[in-house]
């Protein structure tokens, strides 16, 4: 994007809290690929979205330092929750130090091991479900978490674009030809309706059929 445009844009949307500014900033000076936080621009697209949908119950795959967990909180309902997974528990203390001063601390549950792992175990239906997780897994997660998303709920896949990779047919990138395969698979899903908003690295929008 033309950096003249994307400075309007960010001039002309609600800027982000200080908390999440300062999350922002000590996510880029203390880790590394810090380019994974998802800033200002997705960030208050993900809290508006959850605004929108009023969810009781919202689940994260890949926590990374907590910005979009914190977005995403912004929009329960009264006595929701919201649980992040995260395979890297040396971020777990990171994340928790800022979902506690945001004040958002009791109602989001931080779980920390292999998604695949843990979804099987959760006896809860879902109103939407954030999955930003290793991109050779995205069909697995959707696979264990689809039936236990509510008719009419929502699925935000991140990064189905991959910096254009998908456009690729001769690469041998892992990772982009994890989120090729799940685009096609999502294209081919009938009990579902999408689209791809070509925000950051692209977000995948789906809905659950009723």
């Not at 844009?9 to 800027?15: G, V």
């Not at 096609?184 to 579902?192: G, K, V």
Request: proline share 4%; with cysteine; glycine share 8%.
């Amino acid at each position: 994007m033309n950096k003249k445009l994307e400075q309007y844009i960010e001039e002309f949307s609600t800027p982000a809290d200080p908390i999440l500014e300062d999350l922002y900033r000590q996510t880029h000076l203390r880790f590394v690929n810090p380019n994974m936080v998802s800033g200002h621009l997705q960030g208050k697209f993900l809290e508006l979205i959850s605004l929108m949908i009023k969810p009781d119950n919202i689940l994260e795959i890949g926590t990374f330092t907590g910005y979009s967990a914190i977005c995403l909180s912004k929009g329960l309902r009264p006595g929701g929750k919201l649980i992040t997974i995260e395979i890297n528990d040396e971020l777990n203390s990171f994340a928790h130090s800022f979902f506690c001063r945001e004040g958002a601390d009791t109602r989001i549950t931080q779980v920390t091991g292999k998604a695949q792992d843990i979804i099987p175990g959760l006896d809860l239906m879902f109103d939407l479900v954030f999955i930003d997780g290793d991109k050779r897994e995205y069909i697995e997660y959707y696979n264990l978490i689809i039936d236990k998303v509510k008719p009419g709920g929502f699925i935000l896949a991140d990064n189905v674009l991959w910096g254009g990779k998908v456009l690729d047919h001769e690469t041998n990138d892992p990772q982009a030809l994890g989120i090729i395969s799940f685009n096609n698979m999502i294209q081919n899903e009938t009990t579902i309706e999408d689209v791809i908003i070509p925000l950051r690295d692209g977000l995948m929008l789906i809905r659950k059929k009723v």
